[in-house]
């Protein structure tokens, strides 16, 4: 059994967001997306993608699986991390100069890896942050 890093195990899981977002009709427009204001600290989004005209914004939660763990990699997005991604979201809107009429959430898409099975397990949790 290969052991992966957690910075490995996260680009493991955002690809598998992304695959599951694709065949889901999504289409990636970036990935671990940094606004250009910020240069002091690392704040970023997953990836953001476009569906029926809206623009997603998705925070990719990957946990290796582990005897008895519950199925909740969701919840290491705490109040904090909630409120840097509500600003990088604003950020990108305002970079891209969207218009602000236009529909924009953020989802979180939980990954937990099973490393002897090598599958994955996969939820997407709409409008998971507001």
Known sequence: MTEFS??????IG???????LKDKGY?????????????FSREEVD??????RAIIFVEVKTLRQSQGEPF????????????????????YLL?????????????AISVKIDPVSKKAKVRHLKNAIS
């Open 47 to 52: 990836i953001i993608c476009e569906k029926d």
């Open 72 to 91: 909740l990699p969701e919840d290491k997005i705490n109040f904090v991390k909630q409120q840097k991604i509500i600003k990088v979201a604003e950020s």
């Open 95 to 107: 970079e891209k100069k969207i218009p602000l009429d236009r529909k924009w959430q953020i989802d």
């Open 27 to 39: 289409r990636i427009l970036e990935r671990n997306y940094v606004p250009k204001w910020k240069t």
């Open 14 to 20: 955002e690809d598998i967001a992304c695959k599951y």
């Open 6 to 11: 957690s910075k490995e195990t996260g680009r």
